[in-house]
């Protein structure tokens, strides 16, 4: 198992144990129709700071230090990635 797989079923099963509660998603479609989804983890800072410390800033961070996970939509496929693009 890689070890971006393996940091990735770290936070998803600390997410999950947590009992994290998920906010409104929010959707946007680019030029080229590509779907791109936010969707907030509430109360998730300790967890999003434990795996993921140098996205302080990013698009991978709300504005209460929470984790936000995205979606895209390319081709009729959908991908995720907790750790944002």
Same mark, same amino acid.
């Given at each position: 198992?890689?070890?971006?797989?393996?940091?990735?079923?770290?936070? #998803?099963?600390?997410?999950?144990?947590?009992?994290?509660?998920?906010?409104?998603?929010?959707?946007?479609?680019?030029?080229?129709?590509?779907?791109?989804?936010?969707?907030?983890? #509430?109360?998730?800072?300790?967890?999003?700071?434990?795996?993921?410390?140098?996205?302080?800033?990013?698009?991978?961070?709300?504005?209460?230090?929470?984790?936000?996970?995205?979606?895209?939509?390319?081709?009729?496929?959908?991908?995720?990635?907790?750790?944002?693009?």
């Amino acid at each position: 198992m890689s070890k971006d797989m393996a940091a990735t079923k770290n936070l #998803l099963k600390e997410l999950k144990d947590g009992g994290i509660r998920y906010g409104v998603a929010q959707g946007e479609t680019l030029s080229d129709g590509t779907v791109i989804v936010k969707i907030p983890c #509430l109360e998730s800072a300790s967890i999003k700071t434990k795996h993921l410390r140098n996205h302080e800033g990013t698009r991978t961070t709300g504005p209460a230090n929470e984790l936000i996970i995205y979606m895209i939509q390319q081709n009729g496929q959908w991908y995720w990635n907790p750790f944002g693009w």
